[in-house]
């Protein structure tokens, strides 16, 4: 710890004093002129000629980059990264972001801007100690002395400056030795960085017996203690005990599809295929019979499956002289309820995919022995119009 | 003196106007903009006198050196008596909101609005809009004649008196201004309702009444009087607008995200009609006035400090003021946006009226509550 003379400090009564002490001092110390109040005193930094301070314009910068971070963020999230429906409503749906957008700006322009401008701008970080708060007069400058502080280097510097600050008005002086200087003090100041160790450790300790307390209390459980009907429990509220309803006799699934046919050859003969023959169809059906429909019949339909050897059931060559000339409505019927060792799609498939498949692989059977008429034909249509090629992606 | 003239001339030339909206026979439109005006010089008048309430509430010290001049403009109020008399005179007649027969339709017929049926029966309607405007003069009378007395009289008691009415008057203010938004702005649309709708009121309703004072303020500075208010009571002033400019915003947006994200048929067709076809634009541009623009012009300490900066935002609080309630009445005609000579006409009448009357009102009594006790700490009040 330096020895010199750092600071000269003069005690006034009130703040008007202190303010004609201010002007008094001006002219002969300028810049070297630090006031220290016990509450702050709106004005006096225009009297020391102090610039305005920049926390305003840092609040204001990291206030308007939360908002736009916050913005940014959530129209990102939900208009292209993980798109969900709320609500039915649009995937930008500014109003719901607004909470959002609000706490980040202030989250940003408060803790980040204005705690941390101050630590660093007015507290001046790195400095974590100042000689003055090791001097005599603190305690009456936290309490009601108003304190003028004149920089100084030397000996005779404090002595004209305690000859000044006492003509100026202030009834009490004190010359306060050492060095502002980062590094000067103790490494780390020892009291604070201890103790805040200890309450660490002590709320660690806490929290760790009371978890183990919580364990043994009983659960929150209002959620699950609704009266309201769960499905597939016990409910006395019916006359037979159960939750659930059964069926009123003769109820009709409104998913269920009726079928009129029994075999294959039979809805061959009764069903058309409502759907036409569109790019839009066979795209739709090519994506069908790639998900269901490829792992057995093979890219082209041709009965080469993908599936191993163990696999012994022998898939139908969809190019058979039998399957072209049969009727869509056959197709419809096999994929639906299956045949021999291939299960029904009825189930997994909507009625409408599955004559959209049955359309794809009209195409399957077209497309493996097309004859030249067939190709001109097709690139006619593809140079025609190449967005028809819907099928392809 | 051509320039104290210029309220006056507006005010001839809009009544003239006036009158021609009048013959020109469209009744429903002729009503909705005088209550557009009516409301908006009646809000100036009532934030004034919760002005004044407030600050003889909390006994505010640094206000005391401008309180005369909400004191002065809450003295429009018996002029507005009569404004909003003739206006429902003139319109109630079957072609404003709740007297219109297609709202009183809709009450007879949809049991679900029985209950408003007996709130929107004529002489309970009448009834308390006699009884609010009762309570609104006889406060200004207590609050505003009260301290213009205690100028002659010193007495100090005033103040303890205006102190202890103050508090019952918060009840009165917050129950009338309700009654005032929900009949006469909420009422326009016999199925929709918002039970924030009063709080929305209020906000624009204290918005209003500070920047008339603001406006009042640096009037008077300008002539030389009312040297006593220094930029640090204007800063104060500023602090209270933009704290405002900021709970209009809030208030306006959690009504809006409500009934958004609910997605209630019966309350949002309301916003329905605000956000289609020419009312759109006009939705989009009252939060940008509103509050987009006066928020950052009065982030600034500098502005609320400087008399030319402050009275425009003020200027611009009141626009804002003016377009919220032509926002929040014409589109319940359902006609679409209508702007035209009538609207012109009527906007210059009133201005011209308010600013005559406010202009009057500023030469009532002196420029500082004299008989305040406290006036020596408000002169003295530093930030």
């Not at chain 1, 008094?24 to 702050?40: C, F, Q, W």
């Not at chain 1, 200890?198 to 806490?206: T, Y």
């Not at chain 2, 002065?72 to 429902?88: E, K």
């Not at chain 2, 003016?322 to 679409?336: F, K, N, S, T």
Request: charged content about 15%; proline content about 5%; aromatic content about 12%.
């Amino acid at each position: 710890m330096s020895d010199r003379p750092f600071l000269v400090l003069g005690l006034f009564q009130d703040a008007d004093k202190l303010v004609h002490g201010i002007r008094a001092l001006k002219s002969t110390y300028g810049d070297k002129l630090e006031a220290y109040t016990p509450y702050p005193i709106h004005g006096i930094e225009k009297e020391l000629g102090i610039p305005k301070s920049h926390v305003g314009k840092i609040v204001l910068a990291l206030g308007l980059s939360g908002l736009t971070l916050a913005l940014g963020f959530q129209s990102w999230v939900f208009t292209t990264d993980y798109q969900i429906q709320f609500g039915g409503k649009p995937y930008f749906s500014w109003a719901s972001f607004v909470p959002i957008v609000f706490e980040v700006t202030v989250l940003l322009a408060c803790i980040v801007g204005a705690v941390f401008g101050m630590l660093v701008l007015v507290n001046k970080l790195p400095h974590y100690s100042h000689p003055i708060l090791s001097s005599r007069s603190m305690p009456k400058i936290t309490r009601d002395r108003f304190a003028l502080a004149v920089s100084v280097d030397t000996a005779e510097d404090a002595a004209r400056a305690e000859a000044a600050l006492r003509q100026a008005g202030a009834p009490e002086t004190e010359v306060v030795h050492g060095t502002d200087e980062i590094g000067s003090g103790p490494l780390l100041p020892l009291k604070p960085v201890l103790a805040t160790v200890i309450i660490c450790v002590l709320a660690g300790l806490g929290t760790w017996h009371l978890q183990r307390l919580w364990n043994k209390l009983p659960l929150i459980s209002i959620m699950d203690e609704q009266t309201k009907v769960l499905p597939f429990r016990a409910n006395a509220f019916y006359p037979d005990g159960q939750s659930m309803r059964p069926l009123v006799p003769g109820t009709v699934s409104r998913s269920a599809e009726y079928a009129a046919w029994t075999t294959p050859e039979e809805a061959g003969q009764m069903l058309v295929n409502p759907l036409s023959a569109d790019s839009l169809t066979l795209a739709k059906g090519r994506r069908g019979y790639e998900t269901h429909c490829l792992v057995c019949h093979g890219q082209l339909g041709d009965g080469t499956k993908l599936l191993s050897d163990k696999y012994t059931g022998a898939p139908a060559n969809l190019h058979q002289a039998r399957l072209k000339e049969a009727p869509d409505g056959h197709l419809f019927a096999v994929v639906t309820a299956g045949k021999n060792t291939m299960a029904g799609y009825g189930k997994d498939i909507p009625a409408a995919d599955r004559w959209a498949i049955v359309h794809y692989v009209r195409v399957l059977q077209r497309a493996l022995d097309a004859s030249d008429a067939d190709v001109q034909a097709a690139q006619a249509v593809a140079a025609a119009a190449p967005v028809a090629q819907g099928g392809s992606h | 003196m051509g320039k104290t003239m210029l309220p006056k001339l507006m005010a001839g030339l809009g009544l003239l106007g006036v009158i021609g909206a009048w013959f020109a026979g469209d009744s429903a439109r002729f009503s909705a903009n005088w209550f557009v005006w009516s409301i908006l010089l009646l809000a100036v008048a009532l934030g004034s006198l919760f002005i004044v309430a407030l600050e003889h509430l909390t006994r505010a010290q640094w206000s005391i050196v401008l309180r005369r001049v909400p004191e002065r403009l809450s003295g429009l109020l018996p002029a507005l008596a009569v404004v909003f008399a003739i206006g429902a005179a003139l319109g109630l007649a079957g072609n404003f909101g709740w007297s219109t027969p297609a709202f009183r339709e809709a009450l007879a017929t949809e049991p679900h609005l029985h209950g408003k049926a007996i709130w929107y029966s004529s002489p309970f309607f009448i009834g308390r809009l006699v009884f609010i405007f009762a309570v609104w003069l006889m406060s200004w009378k207590l609050l505003a004649g009260g301290s213009m007395k205690q100028d002659e009289t010193k007495d100090p008691r005033f103040s303890l008196f205006a102190k202890r009415f103050s508090a019952p008057f918060m009840w009165l203010f917050a129950i009338s201004v309700t009654v005032l938004t929900v009949d006469w702005l909420m009422g326009m649309s016999p199925r929709w309702f918002s039970t924030i709708f009063g709080v929305y009121g209020f906000s624009g309703i204290f918005l209003s009444g500070l920047a008339a004072t603001v406006l009042g303020i640096l009037h008077l500075k300008k002539q030389g009087r009312l040297q006593e208010v220094r930029p640090d009571h204007l800063y104060s002033l500023g602090g209270f607008l933009f704290a405002f400019t900021v709970f209009w915003a809030y208030i306006a947006f959690s009504q809006f995200m409500l009934i958004w994200y609910a997605n209630l048929p019966e309350e949002t067709f309301w916003f329905h009609t605000r956000l289609t076809g020419g009312w759109y634009p006009v939705t989009f541009i009252l939060p940008i006035l509103r509050f987009i623009v006066p928020f950052f012009a009065l982030l600034s300490r500098e502005v609320k400090m400087d008399a030319r900066r402050l009275s425009l935002v003020a200027v611009l609080v009141l626009v804002g003021q003016a377009l919220d309630l032509y926002w929040l009445i014409v589109p319940e005609l359902g006609r679409g946006v209508l702007f035209g000579w009538q609207e012109v006409a009527f906007g210059l009448f009133f201005t011209g009226l308010g600013l005559s009357l406010a202009e009057a009102r500023m030469n009532v009594g002196k420029d500082l509550p004299e008989g305040d006790p406290n006036l020596d700490a408000s002169l003295h009040y530093h930030l």
